[in-house]
């Protein structure tokens, strides 16, 4: 087949419509065009600074959560420690001042120290003494007494000693707070 032959098969050429626009009209559709395209660029931008944004406070919220864990990671080991540090307490309650039992008396309070100073050094610190305010946060009232030599709302008595770890109250202090004597 020749060219002359292919280009009469081929099917002729659309020509474009000629439109009559002036100077200002082509002006107008232009910029139309330009802004409808500013117009999605700067959604493309806002969605892409949100994106930036939210994996900024993604991270910052994983980060924050990681530290939370490796701060109290050792909360359940500790917390299930804290038995035989009442234990040994009571051990040393009960001794009292019995001559036969005073080395023994001796020897486990000295393991009773050495145990509380380990656990300080992981962060565990004994909350509640005797004659400071009563605060519920930090202790536990189960019961009142009546003292007339301290004031009232402070601590009386310690049933069980309350530990904190780093801030965190792992267990209450079980307290008997003062309550003034009603005439």
Do not use: W
């Amino acid at each position: 087949m020749s060219k002359t032959e292919k280009n009469e098969m081929q099917e002729p050429e659309a020509e474009a419509p000629k439109v009559d626009l002036s100077e200002e009209e082509l002006q107008a559709l232009c910029k139309a065009h330009v802004c409808t395209k500013c117009a999605v660029m700067a959604e493309a931008e806002d969605i892409k600074l949100r994106a930036l944004a939210d994996n900024e406070n993604f991270k910052r919220r994983i980060q924050r959560e990681t530290e939370e864990v490796r701060r109290y990671a050792t909360e359940s080991v500790l917390s299930d420690l804290l038995p035989v540090l009442d234990n040994l307490a009571l051990a040393i309650e009960h001794a009292g001042d019995n001559p036969a039992c005073k080395n023994l008396v001796m020897g486990v309070d000295m393991t009773r120290k050495i145990f509380l100073d380990t656990l300080k050094r992981h962060g565990l610190e004994c909350v509640g003494a005797c004659g400071e305010t009563f605060d519920p946060g930090m202790h536990e009232a189960i019961g009142t007494v009546c003292d007339p030599g301290q004031e009232e709302g402070c601590v009386a008595k310690i049933s069980q000693s309350g530990y904190v770890l780093k801030g965190r109250v792992i267990r209450p202090a079980k307290v008997l707070v003062n309550k003034k004597q009603e005439v």
